[in-house]
């Protein structure tokens, strides 16, 4: 029996050995995307924890640095066949999930794939292209599946989108609508380095963007079964609770309009599974909850016109209500 079959019908928690594991496999996949992006672990490791979670990542940061790098160097440690798609104003659906063409060689009329047939796919700038262009591709990352003339075609397993965009230059792009932006799991930015990264990365020599020395860490059919054994990872009723406050005070906040949804908070506790294990735990704890809050509701999170005149932010919101609730305390009987 293969692995990934292994773990699907396995029953029980998650055991100890399993998360060393896995814990084992997070390092070298972190390790592996560090030679080409420096000084953002943090990051590298919650992109790395969405690939597992089987949800999408958007990257949306100022030009220069590093989305694009980021992404491609991911998804060459996951392993697997990656696309690149360029987002601009004249792409076509079609030319994200694929078209019948006619062969004239043959007289058949065949379906040739689009770059969504592959276990990584790199939307770059994906707020470029219309909007139409836009709901294809997210689309595919809710259904997992294309229709093309009335046929169904599954992508592979394991299916990660990840997506870049720069929420500073705004002209000729599209703005993705709040339900479409529900599809991703999380969103994160990189900012700028500090100052020994920088200087590391203009240092003459520097592997710093080098996505060639990249190595694949894993293989899809690996990644695969580790996320179906994470499901399983224990997570305690009072951190159920305290994560359903959080959605609530989001939600009931007066500059809230929108707030996450039920989907949005049953995302947020499949990424503190694979998160927990991450950090060598069978189990989550509160802090895993405040550190995963804000990019995994932020981006669900809709203000109202006068709060977002006020100056405030959808993470800000969000970090204040975290911050003012108190987590759930270890059982002392």
Known sequence: MTATAESTHATGPVTEPEVAEFRRLHLRLGDAVERAVHGKRAVVDLVLVAAVAGGHVLLEDVPGTGKTTLARAVAKALGGEMRRVQFTPDLLPGDVTGTTVFDPR????????????????????????????????????????????????????????????????????????????????????????????????LRPGSTAGRVDDVEAATNPAVLAAAGNRLTRLHVADPLLRYVREIGVAVRNDPRVRLGASTRGLKALVRTLQVYAASQGRHYVVPHDVQRLAEPVLAHRTVLTRDAMLAGHRPTDVVHEIVDSIHPPQPDQS
Do not use: C, W
């Not at 965009?165 to 705004?170: G, R």
């Open 106 to 201: 043959s007289g058949e009329v065949r379906f040739r794939p689009g770059p969504v047939f592959s276990h990584v796919v790199l939307a770059d700038e994906i707020n470029r292209a219309a909007a139409k262009t836009q709901s294809a591709l997210l689309e595919v990352m809710e259904e997992r599946t294309v229709t093309v003339d009335g046929t169904t075609r599954a992508v592979p397993d394991p299916f990660l989108v990840i997506a870049t965009q720069n929420p500073v230059d705004l002209d000729g792009t599209y703005r993705l609508p709040e339900a479409q932006l529900d599809r991703f799991l999380l969103r994160t930015s990189l900012g700028y380095p500090d100052a020994e990264h920088e200087l590391d990365v």
